[in-house]
């Protein structure tokens, strides 16, 4: 991946869903696995639906947990805008299941997505 934010769906049932989220700004890249419920799609397009209203708009999604209690990572998301001509940023904090680490400490990380005049995707 080189930049951007990319949502899969790696199993699914009557329940739950489990999404494997990857984000990429060029330089830094993380994946994780988490859980979320059937109706992460409808809530992650409602709260980003109109982003940006405004230069001082700002909007956090949260998919998965941080809770090390529960099973899967998660992924936080805040979009906001960088400047008044409306160009985007998206902070970018991801922590793994230490659970599937194998053995190893919880990942985490944390970086910026940059939109150019042209060429953001979310």
């Known amino acids: 991946m080189d930049c951007g934010i990319k949502l899969e769906i790696i199993w699914l049932d009557n329940d739950c869903i489990e999404l494997r989220v990857r984000c990429g700004n060029g330089r830094f890249a993380a994946t994780i ?52 001509k409306g160009h985007a940023v998206a902070e970018v904090r991801m922590r793994s299941d230490p659970k599937l680490s194998d053995g190893r400490p919880e990942m985490r990380s944390s970086f910026y997505l940059l939109s150019q005049p042209r060429s953001m995707t979310l």
């Open 33 to 84: 696995d988490c859980y979320a419920d059937r109706e992460v799609f409808s809530t992650l397009a409602e709260s980003i639906r109109g982003f940006p209203s405004s230069s001082n708009d700002r909007r956090e999604v949260e998919l998965g947990t941080f809770d090390p209690n529960y099973a899967g990572g998660g992924a936080r998301l805040l979009l906001r805008c960088a400047d008044s």
